[in-house]
């Protein structure tokens, strides 16, 4: 679903384009590697992800990502589902058990203008924290099942150097 993003932040009336709500907030897993004390401005691009993924790493024990990827592709799903249909979300109008682009169309239809949603520091505030937590987990997930796919050896998450049990 593509959302147009007023931000009110420094320029208001500005617009971002988004194809994934989820991507609204994904930044600022990147501006934390910036703020951490090892951070050198000519890093590049690969090397910020590089760092963050570290961060994640050194910031969930083993436990925790195992409990993260011990379930059903379907359950994540369905998590994000239930996020999306939170009214203050903003990300879909709830009509009957759907969840629709506007209260008239189910899906934006070609050509059409995008819907604009206006984002607050209030609203930031609320759900960054969500929105990150669900990039973190799609990040363990996503590797999780990668290595299913390509290891033939590989089961379950293992330990990683930097991470507690």
């Not at 709500?21 to 501006?31: I, K």
């Not at 949603?117 to 924290?129: D, G, R, S």
Request: aromatic residues 8%; contains cysteine; charged residues 25%.
């Amino acid at each position: 679903m593509q959302l147009v993003i007023d931000t009110i932040k420094d320029q208001p009336g500005s617009a971002l384009i988004l194809g994934n709500h989820d991507c609204v907030l994904e930044a600022g897993m990147f501006e934390r590697v910036r703020q951490r004390a090892d951070y050198r401005s000519d890093w590049s691009e690969r090397t910020i992800t590089y760092r963050a993924v570290d961060t994640l790493l050194v910031n969930t024990t083993l436990t925790e990502e195992k409990a993260v990827v011990g379930t059903d592709p379907a359950v994540w799903a369905n998590e994000s589902f239930q996020i999306t249909i939170d009214p203050y979300v903003l990300y879909c109008i709830k009509v009957g058990d759907l969840c629709q682009y506007t209260d008239t169309e189910p899906k934006l239809v070609e050509g059409a203008p995008f819907k604009r949603v206006q984002i607050t520091q209030t609203y930031l505030e609320k759900f960054a924290p969500i929105a990150q937590e669900r990039v973190r987990q799609a990040g363990f997930r996503l590797a999780h099942l990668i290595n299913l796919a390509l290891d033939p050896d590989y089961k379950e998450p293992i330990q990683n150097s930097t991470q507690l049990p």
